[in-house]
């Protein structure tokens, strides 16, 4: 059974930090390339940051400066540490996994991360 498990979400004030983790079981973890996400209210869901099974990234115009995705292929665990939060990234935080090679294609349930005063 495929499991992907977001935590690290919280309350924090604008300008701090928090560290998101996602943790894989059921599946070849490095055999993923590995995103997050992000839904706010009344919104749809965007892209955040992505990296490759190689370790390529990419960012949001959004986030880039003040994000950075990475992973750790031995704790099958993505990352994502945030910086300098804004009200504006409060969301619903999903991580994504997608194989490489075949149409596969797994979510989480999601964290929140709320940036107020």
């Known amino acids: 059974q495929v499991q992907l498990v977001e935590s690290g979400g919280g309350l924090v004030q604008p300008g701090g930090s928090l560290r998101l983790s996602c943790a894989c079981s059921?599946?070849?973890?490095?055999?993923?390339?590995m995103g997050w996400s992000r839904q706010a209210p009344g919104q749809q869901r965007e892209f955040v940051a992505r990296i490759s099974n190689g370790g390529s990234t990419n960012y949001a115009d959004s986030v880039k400066g003040r994000f950075t995705i990475s992973r750790d292929n031995a704790k099958n665990t993505l990352y994502l540490q945030m910086n300098s939060l804004k009200p504006e990234d409060t969301a619903v935080y999903y991580c994504?996994?997608?194989?490489?090679?075949?149409?596969?294609?797994?979510w989480g349930q999601g964290t929140q991360v709320t940036v107020s005063s």
């Open positions: 994504n996994a997608n194989h490489v090679f075949l149409r596969e294609d797994y």
């Open positions: 059921g599946i070849i973890f490095s055999f993923y390339h």
